[in-house]
């Protein structure tokens, strides 16, 4: 793991490399917070271990001047102070510190905050991982359904063109029998003939209509709204009678 120490005291910061290179982790250190700072900004380590009291920028400042970024991979921050009392830890958790290691320090506890932040930084990059999938999984489906969606407007546009052309065949051919001369039956059933045909006609202008529509013009905020009327435009088209003849036979 990446580590960085910030502590303006040369012994200090030898006795945390030292025991942080033993766990195995690779240490880089500053003398005070802006070089700590700029030491982040360049190799954006995965734990701080900085001192409250510093010369320049302080521990808390560092700490803020940190989470004010907004990076997407996280910094676990260790805070050394020989401070105590409620309202100094809840001053230094309010910046963004992580976790505390009281002066002078001993070697098994600082192993066991390491361990502690090692672990917490583990779970936080699964998580990480975790949403960088289902972003790519959100992003492969959206894709998946705007072809569905092209593909089912393609067909409902094939198809109310190829249902438009015996249609109007139909209305055609029904128009040249009014022409004859026809007793009052037959005229009824040529009404009847004309009429449905034209709204069925009517009924493929809607079914081409809704297939040329965008769905993107859509909102979730809508959504009932939408819902609502589409529920009731069906219920017409279905309850609409095809003919204003009954059927007398």
């Known amino acids: 793991m990446n580590v960085l120490i910030a502590d303006d005291d040369g012994v200090t910061r030898f006795l945390l490399s030292s025991i942080l290179a033993k766990l195995g982790h690779d240490v880089r250190e500053a003398e005070n917070g802006r070089d700590a700072l700029a030491a982040w900004e360049a190799n954006h380590p995965s734990l701080v271990i900085s001192d409250w009291m510093m010369p320049d920028l302080d521990g808390l400042e560092l700490c803020r001047k940190i989470r004010a970024e907004k990076r997407s991979d996280f910094t676990y921050i260790i805070l050394l102070t020989a401070r105590s009392g409620k309202s100094h830890y809840l001053e230094a958790m309010q910046a963004g510190v992580d976790d505390f290691i009281t002066k002078p320090f001993e070697k098994d506890e600082l192993a066991a905050r390491v361990h502690v932040a090692e672990r917490i930084l583990g779970l936080h990059e699964n998580l990480r991982s975790a949403?960088?999938?289902?972003?790519?999984?959100?992003?492969?489906?959206?894709?998946?359904?705007?072809?569905?969606?092209?593909?089912?407007?393609?067909?409902?546009?094939?198809?109310?063109?190829?249902?438009?052309?015996?249609?109007?065949?139909?209305?055609?051919?029904?128009?040249?029998?009014?022409?004859?001369?026809?007793?009052?039956?037959?005229?009824?059933?040529?009404?009847?003939?004309?009429?449905?045909?034209?709204?069925?006609?009517?009924?493929?202008?809607?079914?081409?209509?809704?297939?040329?529509?965008?769905?993107?013009?859509?909102?979730?905020?809508?959504?009932?709204?939408?819902?609502?009327?589409?529920?009731?435009?069906?219920?017409?088209?279905?309850?609409?009678?095809?003919?204003?003849?009954?059927?007398q036979r």
């Open 131 to 247: 949403n960088t999938d289902l972003e790519c999984r959100v992003r492969e489906r959206t894709v998946e359904l705007e072809e569905a969606l092209n593909v089912k407007s393609q067909f409902l546009s094939r198809a109310s063109h190829e249902l438009r052309t015996p249609m109007n065949h139909i209305l055609g051919f029904a128009q040249l029998l009014q022409m004859d001369s026809l007793n009052q039956k037959q005229e009824n059933r040529v009404d009847q003939i004309l009429t449905s045909g034209r709204h069925l006609l009517q009924l493929i202008d809607r079914i081409l209509a809704i297939s040329e529509s965008r769905p993107d013009g859509w909102s979730f905020r809508d959504a009932n709204k939408t819902a609502s009327r589409v529920q009731q435009r069906t219920a017409e088209l279905v309850t609409r009678e095809p003919g204003s003849q009954p059927d």
